[in-house]
């Protein structure tokens, strides 16, 4: 089955009010009962809090019921479909630019793998959130860009540790290295040619082979041992 692209402030229900905040968009969207959405994609990766109502969502090969209260990670390009049960659904969605999330990245897994949480601090987080967008006084910018900091930061404590075994374009990604090392490739590159972003690329090519790739090519043109290799 197809799946629907949609750009960033787009949904497919009603938006009761948006705001933009340096690099992060928030939207509050409100969805008529029994609304059954088809699969789609959003261009930006997000944080939703379920304010009002409840549905059902499959995303990949997994289900999950989104209940009032409950913060849901939506990686970019996460393809998921929604069917909505009797009553109206109220969303508050932020959409976090690739510029933020790329920084972030540098030192945690951000939105990087889809996620759900009920209850608990990131509960309060989520409804902190909400009031706080709704709030509108002189502060509530600096208040909710804060907040959504802190809901990722605790997104990223919460879920599983990753495996810590390689990923599976690691050997790819060495394979490319070997193959072009005599031009200089950037990190940029590396990333194109393996389909992962450039700041997972990184951290996951530090982690498991010791170094960073420039310092991988680098040992190349040199004739030199890899990096784990001279550890």
Do not use: K
Not at 33 to 57: F, K, M, R, T
Not at 117 to 132: K, N
Request: proline share 5%; with cysteine.
């Amino acid at each position: 089955m197809s799946s629907t692209h949609l750009e960033s402030g787009r949904f497919f229900g009603s938006t009761l009010a948006r705001r933009r905040i340096g690099d992060l968009m928030v939207s509050e969207t409100l969805y008529p009962p029994s609304l059954v959405i088809p699969p789609h994609d959003h261009e930006l990766a997000s944080i939703c809090i379920v304010v009002d109502g409840a549905y059902d969502q499959r995303y990949g090969e997994r289900n999950r019921a989104c209940m009032p209260g409950m913060v849901i990670c939506h990686p970019e390009g996460e393809r998921h479909a929604n069917t909505h049960r009797s009553a109206s659904v109220r969303l508050l969605c932020v959409e976090v630019g690739r510029g933020r999330l790329s920084s972030l990245r540098e030192a945690a897994n951000v939105l990087d793998r889809p996620a759900d949480f009920q209850g608990g601090d990131l509960g309060r987080l989520g409804d902190r959130l909400t009031r706080e967008f709704r709030r509108g006084d002189g502060l509530s910018n600096l208040s909710i860009e804060a907040l959504v900091l802190e809901i990722m930061v605790e997104s990223c404590r919460s879920v599983a540790p990753a495996s810590l075994a390689p990923p599976s374009w690691l050997a790819r990604a060495v394979d490319y290295l070997r193959a072009h090392y005599a031009e200089t490739p950037t990190v940029g590159d590396v990333a194109s040619a393996v389909g992962v972003h450039p700041a997972h690329l990184s951290r996951m090519f530090r982690r498991h082979e010791g170094c960073t790739v420039g310092d991988y090519v680098r040992h190349l043109q040199i004739g030199s041992a890899s990096c784990r290799e001279r550890v």
